[in-house]
């Protein structure tokens, strides 16, 4: 069983994807735990396996390709993978409910946003049709929507404002957990801070706990409370919004911050990490990152490293920090 304090408790977690050819190694031995009412930013290049991680704590790794090889999620100590199609019916949408990155695709075209968010609100508050539409009609508003556009269809609706109908419809049951997945990716820059800003305003009055997928340091720091850094399936670094930005140690973690812009020293160059991300079907041997990583040792390509704890909220895997705390990236670790 998981902490009574913890929403989301995933333990020792791997999904493959196979095709005729090659197995897709998504996601590599992960744990995540999230306690009630905190904020955890996943943060990872595209194809680092966020999104598989997220769709795993719904059970909906897509199937017969998508395997889930090992591990346990447990959401408000209940084990999700082992859970029958129906009472998975009931968590979805109540306990747990995802935002997801394309609103644009997000919504059934041919039902009315009043429907689709009055459909989770009559399976599980057993409202009747009409008490629904009053419920969604609340939604809408709450989420800066005038309540008489309930009757339009999604193509009636700006980008930004799709997006604001799919945060109504996973809050519309309150759920103990809200995915966040990348939110504000399909969006313009502007719209993007007024749905950030309205997710955490809901998420705060709904007194919920969060996991925001992103590849944005900007939003981790406006939202969250824990990072985890996440690279080729595995989390590699994770700590304290404070451990992360003022106490970075992972290679990979400290290129993440130096290839961002300085905004008080408009001069610099930027630093991006060299390389590509490797491919999931074919992870280079030991640390998957070595090839890219600048502190590379001979033991980084043939042994995978071993977790470390700096601290009781700070954990790296990298083997710069098998044999000491020091920090080889500059600093030293109280």
């Known amino acids: ?116 968010i009055a459909e989770g609100i009559r399976i599980h508050s057993k409202l009747n049709k009409k008490d629904a539409a009053v419920k969604a009609r609340e939604m809408l508003e709450l989420v800066g929507i005038p309540g008489d556009r309930i009757l339009e269809y999604p193509h009636q609706f700006s980008g930004g404002m799709k997006q604001r109908v799919v945060i109504a419809i996973a809050l519309a049951c309150k759920p103990d957990l809200l995915i966040a997945d990348e939110p504000t990716t399909a969006l313009d820059v502007t719209i993007q801070a007024q749905v950030l800003k309205l997710i955490n305003e809901l998420k705060q009055s709904y007194d919920m706990s969060m996991l925001m997928i992103t590849h944005d340091l900007g939003i981790v720091a406006e939202v969250c409370d824990e990072v985890s850094i996440m690279y080729a399936g595995r989390i590699i670094e994770h700590g304290s919004l404070e451990d992360i930005f003022d106490n970075k140690m992972h290679p990979y973690t400290k290129g993440l911050f130096d290839s961002l812009p300085n905004i008080e020293d408009r001069r610099s160059e930027l630093k991006p990490i060299k390389g590509l991300m490797p491919d999931p079907t074919n992870l280079p041997s030991g640390c998957a990152f070595h090839p890219r990583c600048d502190y590379a040792r001979p033991e980084c390509s043939v042994e995978q490293p071993k977790g470390k704890k700096i601290s009781d909220s700070h954990y790296i895997e990298c083997h710069l920090y098998n044999e000491t705390t020091e920090n080889k990236l500059g600093g030293t670790n109280e």
């Open 1 to 116: 069983m998981s902490d009574s304090l913890n929403i989301l408790d995933i333990k020792n977690l791997t999904i493959e994807y196979s095709s005729d050819d090659d197995v897709v190694k998504a996601v590599n031995n992960v744990n995540i735990v999230i306690s009630k009412g905190k904020t955890l930013g996943l943060v990872g290049e595209t194809g680092a396996g966020k999104t598989t991680t997220a769709l795993s704590i719904l059970n909906l790794v897509p199937e017969p390709q998508g395997k889930i090889i090992s591990g346990e999620v447990f959401l408000a100590g209940e084990d999700v993978l082992s859970m029958k199609e129906k009472r998975l019916l009931e968590v979805r949408g109540d306990k747990v409910a995802m935002i997801f990155q394309d609103p644009m695709t997000s919504l059934n075209p041919i039902k009315t946003v009043g429907e689709q």
